[in-house]
Antibody, heavy 118, light 112 residues
């Protein structure tokens, strides 16, 4: 059973950089990409971006200028960096694996609440 | 505004069946067999419960079923149980533009 465990700072000041890491246990890229999704308080799910086995990335157009997703396949980990954060970036951030054959997110991390506040 | 439209709430009594909809357009739900559903229990992360319109991952009870007609997908929960009270999100393949998947805004299911 694939498990994802994520960690990172939960409180940031405006203009700071959000940094989260997700470790994938008992799973590899295979036919999947590794993705980040966020959920603002009381709201729905927003896709942030993905990284594929080749190292290629895709980002949400609304975040593209501020986001970087990277991965270490040797450590089965991938990371999210979001720069110049504002209060609007306050959300629970999830890492998830995405099955590219069936277009679904099959395994999810436990989520990290990131609060941006001065 | 979410790309897929879900009713904000649904409810039912224990033992009843309840269905919730997920409406898109011809280029996502209507043109795809790649609709998935996620259950989010209070305070927890989402969990995949339906993929490819009607398939269930191992371990998901057969009380959960999915279907699709035209531009609308549906999730039905039969034999409702108190533990089914959660938020439910749909998503669908939306074509290879930047990324392939769009989400609905979620439906909060209340077990009365």
């Amino acid at each position: 059973q694939v498990q994802l465990k994520q960690w990172g700072a939960g409180l940031l000041k405006p203009s700071g950089t959000l940094s989260l890491t997700c470790a994938v246990y008992s799973g590899s890229f295979s036919d999947r990409s590794w993705t980040w999704i966020r959920q603002p308080p009381g709201k729905g799910l927003d896709w942030i971006g993905e990284i594929n086995q080749s190292g290629s990335t895709n980002y949400s157009p609304s975040l593209k200028s501020r986001v970087t997703i990277s991965a270490s396949t040797s450590r089965n980990q991938f990371s999210l960096k979001l720069t110049s954060v504002t209060a609007a970036d306050t959300a629970v951030y999830y890492c998830a694996t995405f099955d590219k054959g069936g277009y679904y997110f099959d395994f999810w991390g436990q989520g990290t609440l990131v609060t941006v506040s001065s | 505004q979410s790309a897929l439209t879900q009713p904000p709430s649904a409810s039912g009594s224990p033992g009843q069946s309840v269905s919730m909809s997920c409406t898109g357009i011809s280029s996502d739900v209507g043109g795809s067999n790649y609709v998935s559903w996620y259950q989010q229990l209070p305070g927890k992360g989402p969990k995949l419960i339906i993929f490819e319109v009607y398939k269930r991952p191992s371990g998901v009870p057969d009380r959960f079923s999915g279907s699709k007609s035209g531009n609308t997908a549906s999730l039905t929960v039969s034999g409702l149980q108190a533990e089914d009270e959660a938020d439910y999100y749909c998503s669908s393949y939306a074509g290879s533009n930047n990324f392939d998947v769009v989400f609905g805004g979620g439906t909060k299911l209340t077990v009365l």
